[in-house]
C-alpha cells in the first residue's frame, strides 16, 4: 500500500517517533559534513522526487532539494507556470503521469483537496510540502528541534499566538499524537479548525483557546508565532489591529516559564507578530528550526517509502 503523507495522522505517533529518532541519528552521522555530500548508505540512491511549487516557497523547497541529494536521489522542481497542470490538465492526469515518471510527489499548494486527489490518483507516495489546511513537515522539523534542546513531548505546554492557519492545524494535531498540550492566543473571529482540537482531546490533548495573550502564554514551555496577514489578503489592516495584542514580545516570554524558548517557521515580520529583540534573541530557535527542516524532510521521504 502507497504511503502518503497528507497529515501527520497519516503516519501517526508511533511512526513520528521513529522519524525523529531516525532524524537525529542521521544528522548526528553526517555532522561537519558539506551539505552536498550523500549518507554513507545512501538509501534512496536511484529514486526521483518530483516537487511541484504552486505556492512560493524557501525553505520547503530548498530542504526537500538538499534531503533526496544526502539520501542519494535526485529531484525535478516544477512551478504552475511551467507545467500543465497549470494550463488546465487534472490533478488527476497529473497524478497519473508523475506516477510513471518519479519515485515520489512533493506539492506546496493551496487547496488541500488538490492534494488528496493527488494522492488518490498516485501510485506513488504523495508528501504534503504545505497547504491551506495543513502543514505536516514543518512540524516534524518543530518536534525535531524541541527534542534536541531538552523539551521532552509528553506533557509540553506549548503557546500559539496570533492568527490561526495551517501551521497551528498541525501543531494541534501533533499534540494529540505525541501528548502535549496547546494553549492557543487569538482574538475573537478568528477561531482555530475545530475538527483539529476536537481530533486532539479525544486522543488525550489539552487545547484551550484564550483571548488573552498573557493567559495562555503563563506557564509555557514554547511560545509560537507566524505571519499574520499573507500576500494580497483582504481587510489586512482590520486584521493586524485585531492581532497586536497578541504579539510576541519581551513581556510575553517573560510570562512564559524562564527556560522557555520561541518558535517561528519563517518569513518572519519583526515589529508585528514578534519584537527583534524575542526571534532574534537567546530564547529563539528558529535557525535550527530552519536548519532541521532537512532532516525532517529527509526522515518523513525515508517513512514514505517504508524505510522506517
Request: include cysteine.
Amino acid at each position: 500500500m502507497t504511503r502518503h503523507f497528507l497529515n501527520l495522522a497519516d503516519a501517526g505517533g508511533d511512526a513520528i517517533a521513529a522519524m525523529l529518532n531516525d532524524a537525529m541519528d542521521r544528522k548526528e552521522a553526517r555532522k561537519s559534513w558539506p551539505k552536498g555530500k550523500t549518507d554513507a548508505d545512501a538509501p534512496l540512491a536511484g529514486h526521483v522526487l518530483a516537487m511541484i511549487f504552486e505556492k512560493s516557497s524557501t525553505r520547503t523547497r530548498v530542504s526537500f532539494d538538499i534531503a533526496i541529494r544526502q539520501l542519494g536521489g535526485t529531484s525535478i522542481v516544477m512551478d504552475s507556470g511551467s507545467m500543465q497542470l497549470g494550463r488546465g490538465e487534472t490533478v488527476a492526469d497529473t497524478a497519473k503521469v508523475l506516477s510513471r515518471m518519479c519515485d515520489a510527489i512533493m506539492i506546496r499548494t493551496d487547496d488541500h483537496a488538490k492534494i488528496e486527489e493527488l494522492a488518490a490518483n498516485a501510485t506513488v507516495p504523495v508528501i504534503n510540502g504545505l497547504t491551506d489546511l495543513s502543514h505536516p513537515c514543518q512540524i516534524v522539523a518543530d518536534l525535531l528541534t524541541l527534542i534536541e534542546h531538552d523539551k521532552a513531548l509528553p506533557g509540553l505546554e506549548v503557546a500559539w499566538l496570533g492568527d490561526v492557519n495551517n501551521v497551528l492545524n498541525s501543531i494541534v494535531e501533533a499534540a494529540g499524537l505525541m501528548k502535549f498540550n496547546v494553549r492557543i492566543g487569538c482574538p475573537e473571529s478568528y477561531d482555530p479548525d475545530q475538527s483539529f482540537i476536537t481530533a486532539a482531546q479525544a486522543a488525550g490533548a489539552n487545547v484551550t483557546v484564550y483571548r488573552d495573550a498573557m493567559e495562555a502564554a503563563a506557564g509555557a514551555d514554547v511560545i509560537i508565532a507566524d505571519t499574520w496577514v499573507s500576500m494580497g489578503q483582504a481587510h489586512a489592516d482590520a486584521k493586524m489591529e485585531a492581532m497586536m495584542p497578541f504579539q510576541v514580545n519581551d513581556v510575553i516570554m517573560e510570562t512564559a516559564k524562564a527556560d522557555a524558548v520561541f518558535l517561528h517557521c519563517l518569513p518572519a515580520h519583526r515589529g508585528e507578530e514578534v519584537m527583534p529583540s524575542v526571534i532574534d534573541g537567546p530564547q529563539s530557535l528558529v535557525w535550527d528550526e530552519a536548519g532541521n527542516r532537512i532532516h525532517a524532510q529527509k526522515s518523513v521521504l525515508r517513512w514514505a517509502f517504508d524505510q522506517i
